[in-house]
T-cell receptor
Framework: AQSVSQHNHHVILSEAASLELGCNYSYGGTVNLFWYVQYPGQHLQLLLKYFSGDPLVKGIKGFEAEFIKSKFSFNLRKPSVQWSDTAEYFCAVTGSSYKLIFGSGTRLLVRP | EAQVTQNPRYLITVTGKKLTVTCSQNMNHEYMSWYRQDPGLGLRQIYYSMNVEVTDKGDVPEGYKVSRKEKRNFPLILESPSPNQTSLYFC????????????FGPGTRLLVL
């Protein structure tokens, strides 16, 4: 069965620190990968996605993620976080057109 | 404005009292789905719909029903709510499937006593 693991449940960083959130998935076929973000009081929204091609994907607000097929990973990175990046981040994967599997989420707190 | 709306946003009810959470999108999307979000478990898919009159179970469908009579609406029905259905519920839609960008509603926080 498909599954997504996010190993960091809570992350606390100071502003300007670098961020890397881990995401590993379990699926045997071709996958589409996503990172969604939920800012406090706001809707879930897409941060970035990978379908094919360049495994390094750039998203909004300076975020990027790298798809490493051999490691079944899709880690999210940002070189320098801001207080406004405080949010919950969800990795998601799909290998079909009907089912999207989410990880358990990572709560990021950025201290000013 | 393109959006997914849910109603109500907050609901407190008692065990066994039937309730419906509405979901509506104005983007002419074919694919719609419902998720529940619980601490430490992330979002889990309850039901999805590929188009009008086409619905199917997700990972946690027990205790829930859905219908898709119109393209824009996808209500979630709890025929006999139980306390373990206390959760935060999200509706989402996309043009044609789970492989596309999902547009989420604001969420409905449900407490079943």
């Amino acid at each position: 069965a498909q599954s997504v693991s996010q190993h960091n449940h809570h992350v606390i960083l100071s502003e300007a620190a670098s961020l890397e959130l881990g995401c590993n998935y379990s699926y045997g076929g071709t996958v589409n990968l996503f990172w969604y973000v939920q800012y406090p009081g706001q809707h879930l929204q897409l941060l970035l996605k990978y379908f094919s091609g360049d495994p390094l994907v750039k998203g909004i607000k300076g975020f990027e993620a790298e798809f490493i097929k051999s490691k079944f990973s899709f880690n999210l990175r940002k070189p320098s976080v801001q207080w406004s990046d405080t949010a919950e981040y969800f990795c998601a994967v799909t290998g079909s057109s009907y089912k999207l599997i989410f990880g358990s989420g990572t709560r990021l707190l950025v201290r000013p | 404005e393109a959006q997914v709306t849910q109603n109500p946003r907050y609901l407190i009810t008692v065990t066994g009292k039937k309730l419906t959470v509405t979901c509506s999108q104005n983007m002419n999307h074919e694919y719609m789905s419902w998720y529940r979000q619980d601490p430490g478990l992330g979002l889990r898919q309850i039901y999805y719909s590929m188009n009008v009159e086409v619905t199917d179970k997700g990972d946690v469908p027990e205790g829930y029903k859905v219908s898709r009579k119109e393209k824009r609406n996808f209500p979630l029905i709890l025929e006999s709510p139980s306390p373990n259905q206390t959760s935060l519920y999200f509706c989402a839609s996309s043009f044609s499937g789970a492989q596309e960008t999902q547009y989420f509603g604001p969420g409905t926080r449900l407490l079943v006593l």
